[in-house]
């Protein structure tokens, strides 16, 4: 599969490994919730036996293999492992079916079927029918996104299937012709010479990149940069990389041509300034600044909600007093409970019911009304917080650029530029970093370690609100508006 993808991040994974890029906490989430995804998909399947070993065991993972085929009283294999042509294989679910045939399953984190899986699946039939196994049916196991979980986890309603057999056929003749081709790149004493392109993370990030880019020219200001650019690759064949040389009248947005000005006279600009002194001056007092955190479990962990469900665990709050100082509160679910209800309710409290509340970009008005939707008894009070809510992302996006952006709107590319701050010194510095340590602080049975979890999550938040309202300030100093 990596083959498929690149032959020279297939050559780097056999000959040059230590060039690969750790993973990160994110990917190593996304391994593990592949693992356990793969663990309670077993529970569809009773009387199913797993196959052991670790890699380093292959060998003996084929004879247990072998052995358990042979025995007919057992109806569905787990890791049965095979190999061919020197090709190996681990197959995620071997169903025996009743006319004497198999039938492969391949399971999925994700909530609908890729062309990846289907290469994916045609290389395991190529393996198993080289072994003489009578490959008959072949479908992959995704989560049901419209599943809602009732008071227990139901297996079999959690997942979907989805055939897959016709559409593998085309795939399974070809494989032959492209192990022999990869074989014959694994023979090369020198890596192949492969130009990075769009296929670097397609279908997958790849774990060789940086190695890669770090051969590449250093540029000033690359045409990734543009904001929401859709015609980067018509550059690139013009053989234009620097936004400096994407010539005047090339059809940009508004935006762009505005990114492409500063980059030209290295300098921030302005436009729409009346505007924006408009947008400003509507903002009711108290001004408060609200961020949330969530968690997207993939398999859902609580009644009412779906897999990947972004639930809310926690907001921070920082409210704009009369003399000018700031007042910071906020509020974690320190339980391993739905937090849901308790997070509505104290947002409720700690808003008041008058004054605008500013957001960066408008997540927190959709986890707003999602709690409104789940809790109907709170449905009117969550509502009349969202309609105070005021977005401060169009503040900057359409009225200030600076060339350090590089190209992002993002709180965290904004606010060191216009609030001269960051993230550097805090533990958690990422929404997706703070899930992921929720999550396993929630698991996790040293009390220490959920307190650290604890405080630095609080930190992180607590800076998310104060980053908005640095960006705020700086706006309100630009044009000349006292808070």
């Not at 991040?9 to 060039?19: G, T």
């Not at 939707?373 to 449905?379: F, G, K, Q, R, Y």
């Amino acid at each position: 599969m990596s083959g498929m993808q690149c032959e020279l991040r297939l050559w780097n994974e056999v000959f040059d490994r230590d060039l690969m890029r750790e993973p990160d906490a994110a990917i190593q989430y996304r391994f593990d919730m592949g693992t356990e995804v793969g663990e309670v998909a077993r529970n569809r399947y009773p009387k199913g036996r797993l196959i052991g070993h670790d890699p380093e065991h292959f060998r003996e993972a084929i004879e247990e293999t072998q052995e358990l085929l042979e025995d007919s009283s057992i109806p569905t294999l787990f890791e049965p492992a095979f190999q061919f042509k020197r090709v190996r294989c681990r197959v995620d679910v071997l169903q025996r079916l009743g006319d004497g045939g198999w039938r492969i399953v391949e399971v999925k984190s994700s909530t609908k079927p890729k062309r990846e899986h289907v290469e994916d699946l045609a290389l395991q039939i190529w393996v198993l029918r080289g072994c003489k196994i009578d490959v008959r049916d072949a479908c992959v196991l995704t989560l049901d996104r419209d599943y809602v979980r009732g008071e227990s986890l139901d297996v079999r309603k959690l997942f979907k299937e989805h055939p897959l057999w016709q559409e593998v056929q085309e795939f399974v003749e070809p494989v032959g012709t492209y192990v022999d081709f990869m074989k014959r790149i694994l023979t090369y004493p020198e890596p192949p010479d492969v130009a990075m392109g769009d296929h670097c993370n397609d279908p997958y990030a790849c774990p060789f990149i940086d190695h890669c880019s770090g051969k590449l020219p250093a540029l000033d200001h690359p045409i990734s940069e543009f904001w929401n650019f859709s015609l980067k690759q018509q550059l690139l064949d013009c053989g234009i990389e620097e936004i400096r040389d994407v010539p005047e009248d090339y059809p940009l947005s508004e935006v762009n041509r505005q990114i492409r000005k500063c980059v030209l006279d290295n300098r921030n600009r302005w436009r729409n300034r009346s505007e924006l002194v408009e947008r400003i001056s509507s903002l009711s007092t108290p001004i408060r600044h609200l961020d949330f955190e969530t968690i997207a479990p993939v398999v859902p962990l609580f009644e009412g909600t779906r897999p990947y469900q972004a639930i809310p665990f926690m907001f921070s709050v920082h409210r704009e007093s009369k003399n000018g100082s700031l007042i910071h509160s906020d509020y974690l679910h320190e339980e391993f409970t739905d937090p849901r209800r308790a997070v509505a309710e104290q947002l409720i409290e700690q808003l008041g019911t008058n004054g605008s509340v500013t957001m960066y970009t408008q997540y927190e008005k959709t986890q707003i009304e999602n709690l409104a939707s789940e809790i109907p008894d709170l449905e009117s009070p969550l509502l009349r917080i969202r309609d105070r809510l005021v977005d401060v992302a169009p503040f900057v996006r359409h009225h200030y650029y600076h060339p350090e952006f590089r190209g992002s709107f993002s709180l965290k590319s904004v606010v060191p530029v216009m609030g001269k701050s960051d993230y550097s010194d805090l533990e958690i510095d990422d929404g997706t970093l703070a899930s992921i340590a929720y999550l396993y602080a929630m698991e996790t049975e040293s009390v220490d370690e959920r307190e650290r979890t604890f405080h630095n999550l609080r930190e992180y938040c607590k800076r998310d609100t104060l980053a908005t309202y640095k960006i705020l300030e700086s706006l309100r100093r630009r044009v000349d508006l006292e808070p």
